[in-house]
């Protein structure tokens, strides 16, 4: 059976006043929801975190590879 | 009615190095990631064989014949320990009971998949991989007290703060590989493969901060590997890498087959980056078989370009294309790419329901792209998650984007313990496309490909037989008098597993089997005087 595929558009670009990383086009609602998501694993995790990275990033010396 | 491909299935695999820290001891990274290879003991992994593996094989046809006179075999011998002496020969090379392959490439702890048939199959049997190196290094804890981290990046190292972008970090790989025709020309694939390859960047980028290899400065860029590239095309894998890799072993018959080894790419956590990557070059090079692309993306300088696409985070960044009259938004170009893929799979596999589903896929990504949707993309592309985290991470940290948690949370995002804060929070609910239970089964059986038949005619004879297996190879050997009698090769690797011929075929003892098995399979038997 052939798979039938949805036809879309070309999305736009520039969107208004949307023109970095910091200043994305995300709805506020996406946006805050993230952050609080974000927030909340920082805060049950800092200890670990703060931790454990730092740990690796001091010994996470490699040799080049391939 | 749908038009006749042309095209070979595209058998794929992965190959991702690891870079293995002991967190118990001061030992060098080289020695950790050895250590951790040479010290696993047999009866940890059950119906595996240690073998030797040949690296010779490693070496391209084009550079066994002399084609390419600027580059000669020793550009891979000097980058490459295993060329120095014959002490591969005792050097562990696991072949795992699920068909891939576990050894130690030079400095760093290796996993091979077994050659898969399809994206989906093979992020499955990638992720089993990686959880059997999960199980390696817990055994390890526990029958020697050792704490490793095993950490599942491509760049590691102290970049110099006095020296913005300096060459101080070194990079390891995460490599794919394809079977494509031999009659597609190097030069149609080289012209065709690196603006893909460049161009895909934004869909598959694992994210990393800071710039390498005296590039420009960058906080954050998408790409892991960008910077590490300084070429077109070429053979040397770890010092002026080319976007083309010209190495081309095909494990298969040379004549029909090549192998074609993609090095560009990041090794990703999500899954779902490894399936668009796997997913949609596949589908590129199936195109590529049909004659169906034209060069209409040959871009003006593809080093440069794969440099400022990885930088350009908010998709602003306009590529200019060999014509030099024109640029254009990497993004347009991968709409374009969209809407070419859309058409072929149309035209010529309308059937092909996971092509078809990494189109979606696709198609979902590059509309949040296109409206910089970043929180959208969290959980589903790994250079946004990333970015996202570490920014919300270090917004009261002195120092920010330099700080040390900064830094420690860009390696910290790729440790491969399954308990660990990203693992657990992040990849284990979002970005899924596989089944927990299907990457448990794929880590004690084997994709129903030619890995199927290599691990089962070498766990057939190896009791009495002393064998030794490569991808597409069995050399089996008088175990009386320790010389070989025969070599078995599966040339054609698109074979794929048929239970009923197995059953034959696996009933008969030795020369036997290897009468029936030339007539019955696609393979090739090289008979020694004993």
Redo the contacts between chains.
């Keep these: 059976m052939p798979v039938k595929r949805e036809r879309i558009e070309r999305p736009e670009f520039n969107i208004p006043g949307q023109d970095a990383i910091n200043n994305p086009g995300t709805t506020v609602e996406e946006a805050s929801r993230i952050k609080k998501k974000i927030d909340e694993m920082l805060k049950k995790n800092k200890r670990d975190l703060k931790k454990k990275a730092r740990r690796k990033r001091r010994r996470h010396i490699q040799e080049k590879g391939e | 009615m749908?038009k006749e491909s042309r095209a070979i299935p595209k058998m794929c695999g992965i190959e991702t190095?690891f870079?293995i820290?002991d967190?118990s001891s001061r030992a060098s990274?080289?020695s950790a990631?050895a250590k951790f290879i040479q010290s696993i003991r047999p009866e940890w992994i059950p119906d595996s064989f240690m073998i030797p593996w040949n690296p010779q094989e490693r070496l391209s046809p084009p550079i066994r014949m002399g084609l390419f006179r600027n580059f000669s075999e020793d550009a891979d011998a000097e980058n490459h320990d295993f060329f120095q002496d014959d002490s591969w020969r005792e050097r562990e090379n696991i072949l795992l009971a699920n068909g891939a392959r576990l050894y130690l490439?030079?400095?760093?702890a290796?996993i091979s998949t077994p050659i898969c048939s399809d994206p989906k199959m093979l992020v499955t049997w990638n992720r089993a991989c990686y959880r059997i190196i999960d199980f390696l290094r817990k055994k390890h804890e526990k029958v020697y007290r050792k704490k490793y981290?095993v950490?599942r990046n491509n760049v590691?190292?102290?970049p110099r703060d006095d020296i913005p972008g300096s060459g101080a970090r070194?990079?390891?790989?995460c490599?794919e590989n394809y079977t494509v025709l031999r009659r597609i020309s190097l030069e149609k694939l080289i012209s065709h493969a690196v603006p893909w390859l460049v161009l895909r960047t934004p869909l598959i980028g694992a994210g990393k901060i800071g710039a390498d290899n005296c590039t420009a400065e960058a906080t954050y860029q998408i790409s892991q590997r960008a910077d590490f590239f300084t070429r077109e095309w070429g053979l040397d894998?770890?010092?002026d890498r080319g976007i083309y890799n010209i190495r081309d072993a095909p494990y298969a018959d040379a004549e029909r087959f090549r192998r074609i080894h993609v090095?560009p790419g990041d090794s990703n956590m999500l899954e779902i980056p490894e399936y668009l990557k796997i997913g949609l070059t596949s589908i590129f090079l199936m195109m590529l078989e049909d004659g169906v692309l034209d060069g209409r993306f040959a871009l003006a300088d593809p080093v440069k370009e794969f440099w400022a696409i990885s930088r350009s985070?908010?998709?602003?960044h306009r590529v200019t294309l060999r014509n030099k009259k024109e640029t254009r938004?990497t993004?347009?170009c991968l709409?374009d790419y969209y809407?070419l893929f859309?058409n072929y799979?149309?035209e010529y596999h309308?059937?092909?329901?996971v092509f078809?589903d990494v189109?979606?896929h696709m198609?979902d990504i590059?509309?949040k792209l296109?409206?910089?949707?970043?929180?959208?993309l969290?959980g589903v592309l790994d250079w946004p998650t990333k970015?996202?985290?570490i920014q919300?991470?270090v917004a009261k940290e002195r120092g920010g984007w330099k700080s040390?948690?900064a830094?420690?949370?860009?390696?910290?995002y790729h440790?491969n313990d399954p308990e660990?804060?990203f693992q657990r929070?992040?990849f284990a609910d979002n970005g899924r496309i596989t089944r927990d239970e299907d990457i448990d089964n794929a880590i004690i059986i084997q994709p129903p490909t030619r890995a199927h038949w290599i691990i089962d005619v070498t766990r057939r004879f190896s009791k009495n037989i002393a064998c030794s297996t490569y991808w597409h190879m069995i050399s089996f050997k008088n175990p009386a008098r320790g010389v070989l009698r025969a070599e078995l090769y599966f040339q054609d690797p698109t074979l794929m597993w048929n239970q009923e011929i197995a059953d034959q075929l696996l009933a008969l003892p030795l020369k036997k089997f290897l009468i029936d098995a030339q007539k019955l399979l696609p393979v090739k038997v090289v008979k020694f005087c004993v």
């Excluded at chain 2, 985070?313 to 602003?316: A, C, H, V």
């Excluded at chain 2, 309308?350 to 329901?353: A, R």
């Excluded at chain 2, 296109?370 to 929180?375: G, T």
């Design positions: 749908p190095e870079g820290i967190l990274p080289a990631n490439d030079g400095a760093h290796e981290a950490i590691a190292g102290k070194n990079s390891f790989a490599h894998t770890m010092e090095i985070l908010d998709m602003t938004l993004l347009d709409w809407e859309g799979l149309d309308p059937e092909n329901e078809y189109l979606a198609a590059l509309k296109f409206r910089r949707d970043y929180e959208s969290y970015f996202l985290f919300r991470a040390d948690l830094l420690g949370l860009d390696y910290e440790d660990g804060v929070e992040i």
